[in-house]
């Protein structure tokens, strides 16, 4: 089906494990987002690509890593979890000129670091 | 540095009642978009309105109308007939028409609508 999915949708794991969060879209939109979501913060920007190769910070990227080698995939990597990772994230994608400004999110990966 | 704030965390309207989401930002920018999102229990992101900023005229979706005061950089939502269904978190959101077009977000309104 077309869309962005995310996997896995639910994940708990424990302090100073690995973790990766995968992301996957059909459109071939250039730009791939990862946000996530904690009570009083609404969303906030981790990493985002505009284009396979290439990613850079947002607002929160520390302790999280990302790679971009082909356009329809944006995994994150928690590369030792600690509990303040404990959050639900969303991937989108987005692409210029197609439906102006909107975004199209994932369902969101809800992980619990123990 | 683009911020948006939503300064009401909870409200609740009565089914069939109008209720009106207020959200404000701050920007340099002169061009850029703006959404509401609507977030269900499913956890879901639906965009519920945009509204783009070199338009006079308040965009409307159905029930869904907002107030967009650009001088005041205010951008309010207004949702009319509310319905059980709109029960939900709504986020206003903020994004520049260049650059990397990532999406500013306040920290969200949870509204219920009451039977």
């Known amino acids: 089906d077309a869309g962005i999915t995310q996997s896995p949708r639910y994940k708990i794991t424990e302090t100073g494990r690995q973790v990766t969060l995968m992301c996957h879209q059909t459109?071939?939109?250039?730009?791939m987002f990862w946000y996530r979501q904690d009570l009083g913060h609404g969303l906030r920007l981790i990493y985002y690509?505009?284009?396979?190769?290439?990613?850079d910070k947002g607002e929160v990227p520390d302790g999280y890593v990302v790679s971009r080698s082909k356009t329809e995939n944006f995994p994150l990597t928690l590369e030792s979890a600690t509990r303040s990772q404990t959050s639900v994230y969303f991937c989108?994608?987005?692409?210029?000129?197609?439906?102006?400004?909107?975004?199209?999110f994932g369902e969101g990966s809800r992980l619990t670091v123990l | 540095a683009q911020t948006v704030t939503q300064s009401q965390p909870e409200m609740s309207v009565q089914e069939a009642e109008t209720v009106t989401l207020s959200c404000t930002y701050d920007?340099?920018?002169?061009?850029?978009?703006l959404f509401w999102y609507k977030q269900p229990p499913s956890r879901q992101m639906i965009l519920v309105i945009r509204?783009?900023?070199?338009?006079?005229q308040n965009a409307t979706e159905n029930r869904f109308s907002v107030n967009f005061q650009k001088a005041a950089k205010s951008f309010s939502l207004k949702i009319s007939d509310s319905q059980l269904g709109d029960t939900a978190m709504y986020f206003c959101?903020?994004?520049?028409?260049?650059?990397?077009?990532?999406?500013?977000f306040g920290t969200g309104t949870r509204l219920t609508v009451i039977p």
């Open positions: 989108a994608s987005y692409s210029r000129g197609v439906n102006t400004g909107e975004l199209f």
């Open positions: 459109w071939s939109h250039s730009y």
């Open positions: 690509s505009a284009a396979a190769d290439i990613t």
């Open positions: 920007t340099s920018e002169s061009n850029y978009y």
């Open positions: 509204q783009e900023a070199y338009k006079q």
């Open positions: 959101a903020f994004m520049k028409q260049t650059g990397a077009n990532n999406l500013f």
